[in-house]
């Protein structure tokens, strides 16, 4: 079908002009996520590389109620949203560890939780692919985010 449209022809042995016998074999983005999440998961979730990512760092509200908390976290997020980063911000009232297991499962590569150590002015960096924790001064969690 594909020959005709194209008029791609050859000549036969009796000179003829026949049309080619053509395939096409498209990769699309669903089979493409596929790929990507069974070469990078873990028993968690996806882990997403930064190439694939949607959002590059998930801002993770302790607790979405607290005025300071919020305020924090719409602070960093608009200021990585303005360095150019993918930012999510989960401000949902959902319980702490709930949040937690949806960072797992979707498995952006960074979160930043905002949490009880706001008041002492840290936060805590986690890396999905170790889920390591490092505790960062939160004054510099956003330029520390753009390092990498």
């Not at 990078?40 to 979730?45: A, F, K, N, P, S």
């Not at 509200?61 to 608009?78: C, F, I, M, P, V």
């Amino acid at each position: 079908r594909y020959s005709e449209a194209l008029q791609a022809t050859f000549l036969d042995r009796n000179g003829k002009a026949q049309p080619f016998v053509m395939g096409t074999y498209g990769i699309g983005v669903s089979r493409l996520v596929a790929v990507v999440v069974e070469q990078h998961h873990d028993e968690r979730g996806c882990i997403w590389t930064e190439e694939t990512t949607p959002f590059e760092v998930m801002i993770i509200l302790s607790n979405a109620k607290d005025d300071t908390q919020r305020e924090y976290g719409e602070t960093l997020y608009a200021q990585l949203r303005e360095k150019g980063k993918r930012v999510l911000l989960d401000d949902r009232n959902e319980r702490f560890g709930f949040k937690m297991s949806d960072f797992e499962l979707f498995g952006f590569p960074r979160a930043v939780i905002v949490g009880k150590g706001l008041k002492e002015g840290k936060v805590e960096l986690v890396d999905r692919g170790t889920l390591q924790k490092e505790e960062v001064s939160a004054d510099a969690v956003a330029s520390r985010l753009m390092e990498s």
